[in-house]
């Protein structure tokens, strides 16, 4: 096979990009859609109970994904090495390298479960009845399974990401979306419960990671290379990733931590309340992930071509921009909807939620608009701060969630979080990006600042109709959400948005008009 047909490519890379991001809104909005739908069905067809079970045996579980320790984050940028400098057959012997250490990952991964699966009792302590200490340990012991699967596979996700073939993997993901509820949906319907929930998501998990594989061998034709080893790479390539891993493991501490604490001290009730709030953050998260996540082979591109420290700057404004385009509506409409979209949206019982999620979601939307400052980082080799901070975030977190769990509970374990994420993303990490990555801040910051304008005027109106309607059902709620958001519109088109911006919203409103007339 010649070269220049190494990369097999089904559409240019610029098409790509383009149908990736929106295949991603795709996802997050199907997302966003079936969980309006489907999680207050699974609420009432679960119980508080049992929902707080799966989202414990889950949470704990998760810990697993951790001994991915970096890897699979690390491999975009030894490719976009690799590719750089026309070296393929280096780039068959990384593929070579990075597939040993995923197998082996995956063993480790499966033993791991086993032995957390078996200690299950030791780790619930006596927040659980002897029930559902039996539930939760079915379900850790079926999501081990999927779980190893998926670390072991989890290189060829992480090659697809590398070739820019958004199209094939945002479709798998998509599907993925839609299928995991509509299966669920249907056999909690039948009479079954959370063990079957955690058997859905443990086999579409296989099947989608099983699709990547056939795809990298079968449609990309990747040559790897498994002879000689390279010690000398494989220490490199660690050390890089070590801190990526360490930034994992202080994310999967901050983000599913309150959930184990809370089973412990509270019950599983408790962490069910939690777990609602966690899902509107997860969704959160998720809106800004899906812009990010398609620009990241191209942050690591203008990296590995030395692009000067204005024009990161400028790729990081523009992404920036379009991050708080996207969240501050999000932002504000629940800030002043949240309560009453609660109150519909799930049974009696989960009116503290809304809180929880304003603890969460308030400061995570600092570095949720600063998301592509991630990949930069480490394309750099310059992420090791980051983990360091992180880890130390980590530690002050979980002390305060400690402390503050046996008193306030829910609220207490969000609150803690919330003081980690403002002081390391809020302060530290900004004081970094600007003295060590050559990202200008300050000028970040006052493009951030056109929006403050449309802030304004949109929380006026978000108070208004608050102080002034009445919002009795989904009708009303729907309307004057609606209302809210042509403010938010009328005021960004005026007042924040560029040319640039507005031109990318002529753009889909052109494709829009061409695919009717089509």
Known sequence: MKQGEFFWMSASK????????????????AGIVIALIYTPAMLRLLGKTEYGLYNIAASIISYVNLLNLGFSSSYVRFYSRDKAANDYKALARTNGLFCIVFM??????????????????LIFSTGLSESEYVIARTIMAIL??????????????????????????????????????????????????????????????????????????????????????????????????????????????NWSIDKILLGRMWGAAYTAVYSVAAAINDTYIRI????????????????????????????????????????LPVLLGFIFFGQKFISLWTPKGYGEAYIITLLLIVPATIPLVQNIGIPIQMAQNKHQFRSLLYAGMALVNFA???????????????????????????IAMNIYYHKSIGLNIIRFWKSMAQFLPTAAVTSAAGYAIMRFSKIDGWAAFIGWGAAFCAVYMLMAWFTAMNRSEKQIVYSIIGKIRRGAKG
């Open 14 to 29: 610029s098409k790509q990009l383009k149908a990736g991001t929106l295949l991603s809104y795709a996802q997050t909005i």
């Open 104 to 121: 082996v990952i995956g063993v480790l991964a499966l033993f791991s479960g086993i032995v957390l699966t078996a200690c299950a009792r």
């Open 144 to 253: 081990t399974v999927s779980t190893a699967y998926n670390l072991s596979t989890s290189i060829f996700s992480s090659i697809i990401i590398a070739h820019e073939q958004f199209i094939f993997h945002k479709t798998v993901n998509l599907i993925k979306t839609i299928l995991s509820p509509a299966l669920t949906w249907v056999l909690l319907m039948r009479g079954y419960r959370s063990i079957m929930m955690a058997s859905v998501t443990a086999g579409l998990t296989v099947v989608a990671d099983t699709f990547y594989v056939i795809y990298c061998f079968k449609r990309l034709r990747i040559k790897v290379d498994f002879s000689n080893p390279s010690a000398a790479q494989l220490k490199e390539i660690s050390v890089f990733s070590g801190f990526v891993a360490l930034t994992s493991i202080v994310d999967q501490i």
């Open 288 to 327: 800004s992930t899906a812009i990010s996540n398609v620009f990241i082979p191209r942050a690591n591109r203008l990296v590995a071509e030395n692009m000067p420290d204005s024009e990161l700057t400028g790729f990081f404004i523009k992404i920036g921009r379009i991050q708080m385009l996207v969240l």
């Open 400 to 426: 305060l969630s400690v402390l503050l769990c046996r008193r306030y509970g829910a609220v207490g374990c969000a609150a803690a979080t919330a003081v980690s994420l403002l002081f390391a993303n809020g």
